[in-house]
C-alpha cells in the first residue's frame, strides 16, 4: 500500500527566507502525488500533482516540487516565503486503484516577520 | 461558480444524539469522501462513494453512516456509537478514480460534543 510520511510537524522561516517541507513516500509503483495546503478552518486547496509527466512541477502562489526517484521524495519549495504562506500543508499519494488519496500527518508552516 | 458546499460550519451535539452533516457538490463530478481531522493526525478517510448508491468504508467508520441517494449529494451521520466525534470534517469530490484526479474540497464542519 501507497504512503507518505512528512517530516517536521511544524516549520518555522523568516520573510523572504527559502520554504522547504518533505514528503517521503513509499510505493510498489509510479507514485501519483499531490501536495495541498489548508488555512485555518478551511478545507484543502491543490496546489500541485505529480503524474509522471515532469519530475520539477510548478504549482500555484510560487510553489514547486520535485520527485526524486532514486530518493523516493517528493519535495515542496518556495524561494522566498511570505506571511501569506503560513499554514498547515498536506502530501498524499493516490492508491493503485486510484480511488483513495491517502495523506501525511501535515507540516505547519510558521512564517515569521 | 461550481464547488463543494458543506454545512453547518459549526455544529454542537449532545451526547447520545445523531447528527448529520450536509455535502453538496455541483462540480458533476461522480466520487465523493468524508475525511475527519483531528489535530496532529492528518486527514482519516471515513467513507467514500465512487457511483450513486453504492459507498465503502474507509480506515475508521465506526459509528458513523452515509448515503448517496443523488449524485450532488453525500451527507454523513455521526451516530451515538462514535465515542469521541469531536473533530473537523471535510467532504471532497472527485471527477474520477483515475490516479491523476486530484480530490476539491469543502470547507468543513467543526463538530463539538457539549
Known amino acids: 500500500a501507497q504512503s507518505v510520511t512528512q517530516l517536521g510537524s511544524h516549520v518555522s522561516v523568516s520573510e523572504g527566507a527559502l520554504v522547504l517541507l518533505r514528503c517521503n513516500y513509499s510505493?510498489?509503483?509510479?507514485?501519483?502525488l499531490f501536495w495541498y495546503v489548508q488555512y485555518p478552518n478551511q478545507g484543502l486547496q491543490l496546489l500541485l500533482k505529480?503524474?509522471?509527466?515532469?519530475?520539477l512541477v510548478k504549482g500555484i502562489n510560487g510553489f514547486e516540487a520535485e520527485f526524486k526517484k532514486s530518493e523516493t521524495s517528493f519535495h515542496l519549495t518556495k524561494p522566498s516565503a511570505h506571511m501569506s504562506d503560513a499554514a498547515e500543508y498536506f502530501c498524499?499519494?493516490?492508491?493503485?486503484?486510484?480511488?483513495?488519496?491517502?495523506f501525511g500527518g501535515g507540516t505547519r508552516l510558521m512564517v515569521k516577520p | 461558480d461550481g464547488g463543494i458546499t458543506q454545512s453547518p460550519k459549526y455544529l454542537f451535539r449532545k451526547e447520545g444524539q445523531n447528527v448529520t452533516l450536509s455535502c453538496e457538490q455541483n462540480?458533476?463530478?461522480?466520487?465523493m469522501y468524508w475525511y475527519r481531522q483531528d489535530p496532529g493526525q492528518g486527514l482519516r478517510l471515513i467513507y467514500y462513494?465512487?457511483?450513486?448508491?453504492?459507498?465503502q468504508k474507509g480506515d475508521i467508520a465506526e459509528g458513523y453512516s452515509v448515503s448517496r441517494e443523488k449524485k450532488e449529494s453525500f451527507p454523513l451521520t455521526v451516530t451515538s456509537a462514535q465515542k469521541n466525534p469531536t473533530a473537523f470534517y471535510l467532504c471532497?469530490?472527485?471527477?474520477?478514480?483515475?490516479?491523476?484526479?486530484?480530490?476539491?474540497f469543502g470547507s468543513g464542519t467543526r463538530l463539538t460534543v457539549v
Open positions: 505529480y503524474t509522471s509527466a515532469a519530475t
Open positions: 471532497a469530490s472527485s471527477r474520477g478514480t483515475g490516479v491523476a484526479y486530484g480530490y476539491t
Open positions: 510505493s510498489s509503483v509510479p507514485p501519483y
Open positions: 462540480l458533476n463530478h461522480d466520487a
Open positions: 462513494s465512487q457511483i450513486v448508491n453504492d459507498f
Open positions: 498524499a499519494v493516490k492508491n493503485n486503484a486510484g480511488n483513495m488519496l491517502t
